[in-house]
């Protein structure tokens, strides 16, 4: 089989399955860091349709999240074959890759896929936490409703403030976000890439833990050190 990926985490997964069938991907694939002879297509928000079309591909591998409806039906539209996961959460993640990796493809099950649901079966909470997680500034978007990402934080003790918005990814105002009685604040550097000077001065007095955006948003084979790599992140910004 040939696949192009439109989809950095899915990108991933297929290429540490077996790297043989990834024929495309996108310019935001940066794992694993060897891609080899892979064709890159553009973004996920606005891939070269053209160019998946001449590679050939007998499966485009998708996100109803990461892309757009529209890409994704002139795909179909040149008669190519489009499988489009939904992942809100670690369940759903887990399900959504053995239905691609093993359904789809008629891959063996991984065996970091069943490492990854052994890690995330072994979390204990660090404790009971509420924190803030701003995933874009200028202007401050931060995770809301129903996220993969959020799940994942909640898993390791860290309640989500904006849980509860009707939004996905609501736009505050920096007051409120620097003023909502948060026990911290966390800064992924992805999508928007926060640093130790870029992020935290907006929240002064509050602890920041930086940490992964491959970690905490990507579902795929870094889902197995995730636990681990959080844990870590979050436990250095409670310490102080």
């Not at 935001?28 to 079309?53: E, F, Q, S, Y």
């Not at 040149?78 to 890759?97: H, K, M, S, Y």
């Not at 789809?104 to 936490?129: I, Q």
């Not at 403030?161 to 939004?167: R, V």
């Amino acid at each position: 089989m040939r696949v192009v990926s439109l989809v950095p985490s899915l990108t991933e997964a297929v290429a540490r399955s077996a790297p043989g069938l990834l024929a495309g991907a996108t310019d935001w694939c940066t794992h694993p860091v060897d891609l080899g002879r892979v064709r890159r297509i553009g973004g996920t928000k606005n891939p070269d349709v053209p160019a998946v079309t001449e590679l050939r591909p007998d499966l485009v591998v998708a996100n109803e999240e990461e892309n757009r409806p529209a890409d994704l039906e002139a795909l179909r539209a040149a008669g190519l074959e489009v499988l489009v996961t939904e992942i809100r959460d670690l369940p759903q993640a887990f399900r959504e890759l053995d239905r691609l990796l093993v359904g789809a493809l008629g891959l063996e099950r991984p065996g970091w896929l069943d490492r990854a649901e052994e890690a995330w079966e072994a979390v204990e909470p660090l404790g009971s936490f509420s924190a803030c997680v701003p995933v874009w500034r200028r202007p401050w978007m931060v995770l809301g409703r129903d996220t993969f990402a959020g799940d994942l934080l909640a898993r390791l003790g860290v309640r989500n403030a904006y849980a509860g918005h009707p939004e996905r990814y609501p736009k505050v105002p920096a007051a409120e976000l620097a003023g909502g009685g948060c026990d911290l604040v966390v800064l992924p550097d992805e999508p928007y890439r926060f640093t130790a000077d870029d992020g935290p001065e907006a929240f002064p007095g509050l602890p920041a833990a930086l940490v992964s955006g491959r970690h905490l948003t990507w579902y795929g084979p870094s889902l197995v050190e995730a636990p681990r790599v959080l844990a870590a992140a979050l436990r250095t910004a409670l310490r102080g």
